[in-house]
């Protein structure tokens, strides 16, 4: 499973987290309407991802050029089209906000060209908002992309993760619920979280 911490900048606290074995992703938010806004990443051989909320074009190439980074995790409206100019060999994560079935009809016109979905708990503030959505919602998608789960995930959320599954489940992203203040993370609770989370 892949696990991605989101919100991160240069700081210790975010080093000590980049530096936690079971992490594959991390990610930094470069849309300034949040607050876990960053200009900053890590030196990390771990992927990194950049998150952009309807972004210009030329901005989302700069941070990729700049930070090095390996993903693109688009929170906004962006369409197809838009991931068709981003540059190639980039992986795409196209995030939904989902509260009801109807939400997962969106991710179909996306089949193709997203590497990957995220799906976040709806709400108007692009993320961020600490609190999950009905996983069983789920049981509704049939698409062919795999998926990240997102949206309120805690150190609380072990056991109910453990007895979630869905065939395109790709792993789980983790960032408000494991943070002291926002882009300050606590890298111990994530350790525990990674532990408890193991077989």
């Not at 892949?2 to 594959?24: F, H, M, W, Y």
């Amino acid at each position: 499973m892949i696990v991605k911490v989101c919100g991160l900048t240069d700081n210790p606290e975010s080093r000590a987290v980049a530096e936690l074995d079971d992490i594959n992703m991390l990610g930094f938010i470069f849309y300034e309407g949040s607050s876990r806004y960053t200009e900053s990443t890590l030196a990390t051989a771990k992927k990194k991802v950049g998150v952009f909320v309807n972004a210009p074009l030329a901005l989302v190439k700069e941070k990729v050029q700049a930070h090095g980074l390996s993903s693109v995790q688009l929170h906004g409206s962006e369409p197809p089209e838009y991931i068709k100019q981003l540059p190639k060999g980039i992986e795409i994560i196209k995030v939904f906000g989902i509260a009801s079935a109807e939400d997962l009809e969106q991710t179909k016109a996306y089949e193709g060209f997203a590497d990957m979905f995220l799906f976040d708990t709806k709400s108007p503030k692009h993320g961020g908002t600490g609190t999950a959505f009905n996983w069983q919602v789920l049981e509704n998608y049939k698409g062919e992309t795999p998926f990240l789960l997102s949206g309120g995930i805690g150190p609380e959320s072990v056991e109910a993760l453990k007895s979630f599954s869905h065939p395109k489940l790709a792993g789980y992203d983790l960032n408000s619920r494991f943070e002291l203040a926002p882009k300050i993370k606590d890298a111990a609770l994530i350790a525990n979280f990674l532990k408890e989370m193991k077989p």
